[in-house]
C-alpha cells in the first residue's frame, strides 16, 4: 500500500533514487568510455547497470508492488523481461549465421 | 462494472479510491507489458542490423557523447520531477502537482528539441533513414521513444487542463498516477536506449 | 492514379464481385430504410458496449470472413482439381492463397474466438461487464475496420499476393510493387491493435472482476484458456505490430530492413513474423480447448478430469509457446545448434498438449454420455487433433522437415490442427452457448447435418494431402503437369472441399430455421450446465446477473443445482446496478482508422493526415468525457427477472 506517503513531508525516496539513477548512468559512462576493459565486459557491466537503474524506477518512482494488484503487477513486469530477453537474445542467436 | 464503482475507501490514496480507477490502473501496468515487448522488439531489430551500414556510416562515425548526456540527463531529471508530482498529489497540494508536472513536461519538450536537432543534424551529415539497415533501426527505435515522449507532453497538457478544471478528483487523480507510470516508463526505455545504442555504438 | 489502376479490372470473376457488392449494399441500404431500422441500428448495435452484443456482432463477422476464406478456398481447389488447369492464373493463384490464409487466421479463427469469449467469460466468472467496456467497443470496431480494409482490395487496388507470411523480398518493393501487400501491412495492424486491447482487457476481467468465491482453481476450464490466451495476445502482438510497422517503413518510405541491399536483412522478417505467430497458433487454439473442456464434461456430466493438470499445462504453454518459433523455418540454414534446441522444445510443447487429451478421455470414461451437436464436434476433434499434432512432431524434428518443409504435409498438419482444433470448437461452442446469445437452441439434427458432412469432408480434404507432400507436392503452386500421379489425390481433396462447403450452407440454413422454428429455451439452461452462465436466462439481461452470485465450488451452478436450490434471486437483496452508457464514438474513431489506413496503402498522405486528426479528436474528447454511466432500479430488474421466469 502507498498509504504509509501521507505522512511523508520530503521526498527522500524520490531524491535517493534520482542520486542513485544519476551515480548509475555516469558510472556506465565512465565504464564505456574510459575504462579500457574488453568489449565483452564493458557489455556486461553496462547492461547489468541498465538493469539496475530500470528496476529502481520501477521501484522508487513508479510504486510497482503498492495497491492489491501489486503481486500481479510485479508478475507481469517480470514476464513482459522474461519475453523481452527471449526476443532480444533469441533474434540475435538465431540470426548469429548471417550476422 | 460492479457497484463498487462509486465507493469510496479512505485509507487509499485518492487515485485508487474507486473500482474503476484500480482496474485502469491495473490495465495501464499490463499495457506497460505489452509495450516492454513491442520496445523488445525494436531492439532486437537495431541489435541485429546496427553493424550492417551498408555504404553509410557507422554508430562509431556518428553518435556524439555530449548530446547524448544532455538528453539523458533531461530525461533523467523529468522522471525525478513527474515522481515529485505525484508526491505533492498524494500530500494534497495541488499546486505543487501542478507545478512539477510543468517542469515535467518542460524537460520532456527540450528532450524533444535536442532529438530532433540530433536528428537533423544526421541528415545533415547523409544519414538518414533510407541509408542503411543500421540507420533504418536506429530512427525508427529511438523515433519510437520520441513519439512516445511526444503523446506524453501532450497527454500531460489534456490532464493539467482537466486538473485546473475540476481540481482534485479520483478521476483527475488516477490520470496523473497513469501517465506518471508511462513517464517513467519512458525512462526506463532511454536506459536502455543510452546503454544499448549509443554507450554499445561507441565501443563498438 | 487512374481509376482503371484504382479498381481491379480484367477478371470476370472480379467484375462479378463488384456487382456482387454493390447489390448487396444496395440491399441493405434499402432494407434498414424500408423497415425503419437505421435508429435500431444505431442504438443497439453500433453504440452498444454490452459484451454480449460486442460478441455476437464478432461472431457474424467471423462467419462472414469464414464465408470469404471458404470461397477462396474452393477456387483454389477448383484450380488443383486436374493438371495444368486454366481455371486461375498464377497471379490470381497467389493472391487467393494469400488472403484465404489470412482471412481464416485473422479474420475469422480469432474473431470468432474473441466473439465467443466475449459472451461467456464475464457470465462464467459472474461479472456485470467486462473491465473496460468502451475499450471493449473499440476493439471490436478496430478489428472489423481492419478486416473490412483487408477485404476491399481484391477489388480495390489488388490483392496482397506474398502469402498470409509475407515474407521478404518477396513481399517488398522490388516484387511486389503496387498496393496489395500495402494493405496486408496496414490492415492487419489496425485489427492487431483491437487485440491487444481485447487481451488487456479480458486480462484484468479475469483477474478482478469474478464473483465472490471463485478462486483462480475454482474457475472454469474456458476462462482459465481464456486467461492464458489473454496473456499470449498481450505479450505476441507487440512484435506483430512492429514487425508490421517496419514491412509498412519498409514499402512505403523505403527504409532498409527487410531489403537485399543497404545492409538489410529479409529473414529477419521471418525471425519476428514467426516470434508473434507461433504464440499466434496457441491463441486460437487454447480456447478451442476451453470450448471442448466444458462441452465434454457437461455432456459427460462429470466434473473435469484431471483440472489441476489441466490448469498446469496451459500455464506451461504461456512460456513454452514462446521458445519454439524457429521450427518455422528450420531449413534457413540457422545450424544445428539452434535447431535442435528449437528442434527440443518443440517436442516440449507436445506434452502439456497430451496430457489434456488424456484428461478428455478420462472425463468421458463412464460419463452419462449425451451426443449433442457440440458433444460430436468435441468427440472428433479427439483423434483428428491426434492426426494434426502427431504429424506436427514428425515436423518438429529439424533433420526431417528438410523433407517435409513447404509441402502438403505441411499444409495438411496445419488443418488438421486449426480446422479439427479451432473451427470444430468454434462450431461446437456455437452450437452449445447459442441459446444464450439468442434464446433458441440451434437445430439439432440440421446441426448433425453440418458435422458429418463437413468432418467427412474436413477427412476427405486434407488426409490425402499428407500423401500429396510425400509425393512431392509443395504449397502455394498454382498448377502441375500431368504424369506426376498427384492427379487422382487432388481430385479426392477437392471433392471433400465440396462437401465442407456444403457442410457451411447447411449451417447458414440452420441458422435462418432456428431463428423462425427453433425451439426457445425457456430455462435458461438447455444443457443442464455447470458453470455460472446456465445460471441466467437465456437470452441474457443486459446487467448479466440480477445480484452476484457467490462460488463454493468449481462447476459453480452444478453445485447450487446439487444443493437443491439452484440459483435464488431473493428480491429484497437486489439493489440498483451501475452499468456503463452506450457511446459512438468507438464506431466514429475506428472509421477515421479505416480512412487513416486507406490513406496509407495508396500513399495518400493528406486523407492518412487528416484521419489521424479526427482519431485524435476523438482520443481528446474521451479523456474529457466523464459520463459516469447510468442505474438500473430496481423496480426494472425486477420486471425484467420476473419476465424471463427467473424472479420470485
Known amino acids: 500500500m502507498g498509504a504509509n506517503h501521507h505522512h511523508e513531508t520530503f521526498p527522500w525516496k524520490h531524491i535517493v533514487g534520482f542520486i542513485l539513477s544519476l551515480v548509475l548512468t555516469f558510472i556506465a559512462l565512465w565504464v564505456a568510455l574510459s575504462s579500457g576493459w574488453t568489449i565483452k565486459a564493458i557489455l556486461g557491466v553496462i547492461v547489468t547497470l541498465a538493469v539496475l537503474q530500470a528496476a529502481l524506477q520501477l521501484f522508487m518512482f513508479m510504486h510497482m508492488t503498492e495497491s492489491d494488484s501489486g503481486r500481479v503487477q510485479t508478475i507481469n513486469m517480470l514476464y513482459s523481461f522474461f519475453i523481452a530477453v527471449v526476443v532480444v537474445a533469441g533474434s540475435i542467436w538465431v540470426m548469429w549465421f548471417v550476422l | 462494472m460492479a457497484e463498487a464503482a462509486h465507493q469510496y475507501d479512505e485509507t487509499m490514496p485518492l487515485e485508487y479510491r474507486t473500482e474503476e480507477s484500480r482496474l485502469n490502473i491495473l490495465g495501464f501496468w499490463i499495457f506497460l507489458g505489452a509495450e516492454v515487448v513491442l520496445f523488445a522488439t525494436l531492439f532486437a531489430t537495431y541489435l541485429v542490423l546496427f553493424q550492417r551500414t551498408g555504404s553509410g556510416p557507422t554508430t562509431s562515425d556518428l553518435f556524439e557523447i555530449k548530446d547524448v548526456m544532455i538528453e539523458t540527463l533531461l530525461l533523467l531529471t523529468s522522471s525525478f520531477t513527474c515522481g515529485l508530482a505525484v508526491f505533492e498529489m498524494r500530500r494534497r497540494r495541488l499546486s505543487g502537482l501542478l507545478t512539477w508536472l510543468l517542469v515535467t513536461l518542460l524537460l520532456g519538450a527540450g528532450f524533444i528539441t535536442f532529438e530532433i536537432r540530433e536528428f537533423i543534424h544526421y541528415v545533415h551529415e547523409g544519414a538518414t533513414i533510407q541509408t542503411s539497415a543500421f540507420l533504418s533501426s536506429f530512427f525508427v527505435l529511438v523515433g519510437t521513444h520520441g513519439a512516445h515522449v511526444s503523446l506524453g507532453i501532450c497527454w500531460m497538457i489534456l490532464i493539467i487542463i482537466q486538473l485546473l478544471q475540476r481540481g482534485f478528483t479520483p478521476r483527475t487523480a488516477r490520470k496523473v498516477f497513469i501517465v506518471s507510470l508511462y513517464w517513467h516508463f519512458l525512462d526506463v526505455v532511454w536506459i536502455f536506449i543510452f546503454t544499448l545504442v549509443y554507450l554499445t555504438g561507441m565501443v563498438m | ?648
Not at chain 3, 470468432?112 to 473499440?138: K, T
Not at chain 3, 476491399?152 to 517488398?172: K, Q
Not at chain 3, 473451427?423 to 433458441?440: D, E, I, N, Q, S
Not at chain 3, 464514438?585 to 475506428?590: A, D, E, Q, T, Y
Open chain 3, 1 to 648: 492514379m487512374k481509376w482503371s489502376e484504382f479498381f481491379v479490372t480484367g477478371e470476370p470473376l472480379i467484375y462479378a464481385a463488384d456487382v456482387a457488392i454493390v447489390l448487396t449494399v444496395i440491399g441493405i441500404v434499402f432494407v434498414l430504410t424500408y423497415f425503419k431500422k437505421w435508429k435500431w441500428l444505431w442504438d443497439e448495435w453500433l453504440t452498444t458496449v454490452d459484451h454480449k452484443k460486442i460478441g455476437v456482432m464478432y461472431i457474424i463477422s467471423a462467419v462472414l470472413m469464414l464465408f470469404r476464406g471458404g470461397v477462396d478456398a474452393l477456387l483454389m481447389r477448383a484450380q488443383l482439381t486436374a493438371p495444368n488447369m486454366k481455371f486461375l492464373n498464377s497471379e490470381h493463384y497467389n493472391e487467393i492463397f494469400t488472403t484465404h490464409g489470412t482471412i481464416m487466421i485473422l479474420f475469422m479463427a480469432m474473431p470468432f474466438i474473441i466473439g465467443l469469449m466475449n459472451i461467456v467469460v464475464p457470465l462464467q466468472i459472474g461479472a456485470r461487464d467486462v473491465a473496460y467496456p468502451y475499450l471493449n467497443a473499440l476493439s471490436f470496431w478496430l478489428f472489423f475496420v481492419g478486416a473490412m480494409l483487408f477485404n476491399i482490395s481484391f477489388v480495390i487496388g489488388g490483392s496482397p499476393n506474398a502469402g498470409w507470411t509475407s515474407y521478404f523480398p518477396l513481399a517488398g518493393n522490388e516484387f511486389s510493387p503496387g498496393v496489395g501487400n500495402n494493405y496486408y501491412a496496414v490492415a492487419l495492424q489496425i485489427s492487431g491493435i483491437g487485440t491487444l486491447m481485447t487481451g488487456i482487457n479480458f486480462l484484468v476481467t479475469i483477474l478482478k472482476m469474478r464473483a465472490p468465491g471463485m478462486t483462480l482453481m475454482r474457475m472454469p476450464m474456458f476462462t482459465w484458456t481464456i486467461l492464458i490466451t489473454c496473456v499470449l495476445i498481450i505479450f505476441a502482438f507487440p512484435v506483430l505490430t512492429v514487425a508490421l510497422a517496419l514491412m509498412t517503413f519498409d514499402r512505403l518510405f523505403d527504409t532498409q530492413f527487410f531489403t537485399m541491399a543497404n545492409g538489410g536483412m529479409s529473414m529477419l522478417w521471418a525471425n519476428l513474423f514467426w516470434i508473434w505467430g507461433h504464440p499466434e497458433v496457441y491463441i486460437v487454439i487454447l480456447p478451442s480447448f476451453g470450448i471442448f473442456s466444458e462441452v465434454v464434461s457437461t455432456f459427460a456430466r462429470k466434473r473435469l478430469f484431471g483440472y489441476k493438470a489441466m490448469v498446469y499445462s496451459i500455464v506451461g504453454i504461456a512460456f513454452l509457446s514462446f521458445i519454439v518459433w524457429v521450427h518455422h523455418f528450420f531449413t534457413m540454414g540457422a545450424g544445428a545448434a539452434v535447431n535442435s534446441v528449437f528442434s527440443i522444445t518443440t517436442m516440449a510443447i507436445a506434452v502439456p498438449t497430451g496430457v489434456k487429451i488424456f484428461n478428455w478421455l478420462f472425463t468421458l470414461r463412464k460419463g452419462k454420455i449425451r451426443f449433442t451437436t457440440a458433444m460430436l464436434w468435441s468427440l472428433a476433434f479427439i483423434p483428428n487433433f491426434v492426426i494434426g499434432g502427431v504429424t506436427g512432431v514428425m515436423l518438429a524434428m529439424a533433420a526431417a522437415d528438410y523433407q517435409y518443409h513447404n509441402s502438403y504435409f505441411l499444409i495438411a498438419h496445419f488443418h488438421y490442427v486449426l480446422i479439427a482444433g479451432t473451427v470444430f470448437a468454434c462450431f461446437a461452442g456455437l452450437h452449445y452457448w447459442y441459446p444464450k446469445m439468442f434464446g433458441h437452441i440451434l437445430n439439432e439434427r440440421l446441426g448433425k447435418w453440418t458435422f458429418w458432412l463437413f468432418m467427412i469432408g474436413f477427412n476427405i480434404c486434407f488426409f490425402p494431402m499428407y500423401f500429396l507432400g510425400l509425393m512431392g507436392m509443395t504449397r502455394r503452386m498454382y498448377t502441375y503437369s500431368e504424369g506426376l500421379g498427384w492427379t487422382p489425390l487432388n481430385v479426392v481433396a477437392s471433392v471433400g472441399a465440396v462437401l465442407m462447403g456444403i457442410g457451411f450452407i447447411v449451417l447458414c440454413y440452420n441458422i435462418y430455421y432456428s431463428a423462425r422454428y427453433g425451439e426457445r429455451d425457456m430455462t435458461g439452461d438447455p444443457w443442464d450446465g455447470r458453470t455460472l452462465e446456465w445460471a441466467t436466462s437465456s437470452p441474457v439481461a443486459h446487467y448479466n446477473f440480477a445480484i452476484t452470485p457467490e462460488v463454493k465450488d468449481l462447476d459453480a451452478y452444478w453445485e447450487m443445482k446439487k444443493s437443491g436450490k439452484g440459483f435464488e434471486i431473493d428480491e429484497e437483496k437486489l439493489k440498483p446496478i451501475h452499468m456503463p452508457s452506450n457511446s459512438g464514438r468507438p464506431f466514429l474513431i475506428s472509421i477515421a482508422f479505416f480512412f487513416a489506413g486507406f490513406g496509407l496503402v495508396f500513399k495518400w498522405f493528406w486523407l492518412a493526415i487528416i484521419a489521424t486528426i479526427f482519431i485524435a479528436l476523438g482520443l481528446i474528447l474521451r479523456s474529457f468525457d466523464d459520463d459516469d454511466g447510468y442505474y438500473i432500479s430496481v423496480d426494472e430488474i425486477k420486471r425484467t427477472e420476473r419476465l424471463s421466469g427467473k424472479g420470485a
